[in-house]
């Protein structure tokens, strides 16, 4: 064989490759002028995309670190039912979360239905009439105000009579920590702090900023249980809130550690008498973690935490394109394009419902599933204005699926996450760049 002739005639260099690349985009909508515009930004993104490659090395190797070490077994994949009493595969799987969050115990289960819930759960474990829940960091993420009891909702923690305190950050986005240790006060239980931005256009926080927030708490009231929403934050940096001073970890499924394969569920990781108490608080008193089926789900849930540090690298990589794609074409993004990356979401700050609904119909244009759909803005429960959600996802409203979606209301900024591949990140922020340049 002719090894010369055979790496001279590399299929990824040669004319003719290029050409069918650009045909196959010509065909799908996409223009010439935008195509080089994205390889052109994407060309000079090289070393961060490296970078985003170590951490996902990085994390590969703590995941498959802790299924060696409890001997995940084809016996682990079983299917549980009824009671679900033994379920070997439920129970390694939370000795896996727990060595993967480097903390004692963990709660993982199908029975969580998502990041809300898990949190809900959390918080009605954790504390009891005249207690306060603290929220330093500002407003919580819009779901959880009717949690609280902040938007009156029935069965929230204040018809339970648990009292909530919230600190606006500061201006600069910084915490207010004056008025942080003022509103500790010894009923203060719980601290809620969100990692993730959520539909707010501040900065999301890194876990060495929540570590820090956490200790100040902590040598104001040592016994104070901090509680961090990591939903979107997993595997992004190398380490986790757990690793910085958090009791307690909570996320979703069907956004980073499902890896885009569990197709539902939730998990909470922390100490064991926390655990404990969400065990109880999801199930009931006496049977707690004991009870609980894994109903068939439980190989998606492994091969999906398996499969989540490539898969939140992927969406990371579309994130950062679409910052510096945005950010050339004069719009304002959180985060820019140079930024450090806390979590997946890239928020772009629109402008106009229109061009809001434009990205995401664009979004839902380009998505494997359910393409034909046009998102429209809609009530959703848990939100106090309509929201327009672009979601073609193979697991209904999954997140970690390239995906979009808004608050149709001021400052209008749509919130772009997700990609389980690369190649489909980029081939959907090209079609809402098409989107947009056709609206003018
Ligand atoms: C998505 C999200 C939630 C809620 O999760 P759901 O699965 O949608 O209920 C909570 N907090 C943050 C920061 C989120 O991004």
Redesign the pocket.
């Given at each position: 064989m002719d090894i010369k002739k055979i790496s001279s005639s590399n299929i990824l260099e040669s004319d003719n490759f290029r050409k069918e690349l650009f045909l196959q985009y010509e065909k799908m909508g996409i223009s010439k002028e935008i195509v080089d515009f994205v390889e052109e930004t994407e060309s000079s993104l090289k070393k961060r995309f490296e970078k985003i490659d170590n951490v996902s090395e990085y994390w590969q190797l703590r995941i498959v670190d802790a299924m060696r070490k409890n001997k995940v077994s084809e016996a682990c994949f079983n299917q549980s039912s009824g009671y679900g009493y033994n379920d070997l595969g439920r129970d390694t799987l939370e000795k896996v979360y727990a060595d993967v969050f480097r903390t004692k115990s963990a709660l993982v289960r199908p029975q969580i239905t998502?990041?809300?819930?898990a949190?809900a759960i959390t918080l009605q474990a954790l504390l009891r009439p005249g207690d306060r829940l603290l929220s330093p960091a500002g407003k919580p993420?819009d779901?959880?105000e009717e949690v609280i009891g902040k938007r009156p909702s029935k069965g929230s923690l204040a018809e339970f009579g648990i009292g909530y305190d919230e600190i606006p950050l500061k201006e600069d986005g910084n915490f207010d920590y004056d008025n942080i240790l003022k509103a500790v006060t010894d009923k203060t239980k719980v601290a809620t702090i969100?990692k993730?931005k959520?539909y707010q256009l501040r900065q999301s926080f890194g876990n060495d900023k929540i570590g820090e927030l956490i200790a100040v708490l902590k040598r104001e009231k040592p016994d104070i249980i901090c509680m961090v929403?990591n939903?979107?934050g997993e595997f992004v940096e190398i380490n986790e809130p757990s690793e910085v001073g958090a009791d307690v970890v909570v996320g979703?499924l069907?956004?980073n550690p499902g890896g885009g394969l569990a197709p539902c569920g939730g998990y909470i990781v922390g100490k064991e008498d926390l655990i404990e108490a969400c065990g109880v608080r999801l199930c009931a008193p006496g049977l707690s973690r004991e009870v609980g089926p894994s109903l068939g789900l439980i190989q998606s849930f492994y091969q999906g935490l398996f499969m989540a540090p490539v898969v939140v690298g992927s969406a990371l990589k579309g994130a950062i394109l679409a910052a510096n794609l945005y950010e050339k074409m004069g719009y304002f993004v959180i985060p820019d394009g140079k930024e450090e990356r806390k979590d997946i979401i890239q928020a772009v700050h629109l402008g106009s419902a229109e061009k809001v609904i434009a990205f995401c119909k664009a979004i839902q244009g380009a998505a494997p599933v359910d393409s034909h759909l046009m998102p429209q803005p809609w009530a959703m429960p848990g939100y106090d204005c309509d929201v327009i959600m672009a979601a073609g996802a193979f697991v209904q409203g999954s997140?970690i699926e390239l995906s979009a979606d808004a608050p149709i209301k001021e400052p209008y900024a749509v919130y772009f996450q997700g990609g389980l591949t690369y190649p489909h990140a980029k081939f959907g922020i090209m079609n809402t760049l098409s989107a947009l340049s056709s609206l003018n």
């Open positions: 998502c990041g809300t819930h949190l993420y779901t959880l969100q993730s959520g929403d939903c979107y979703s069907i956004k997140s």
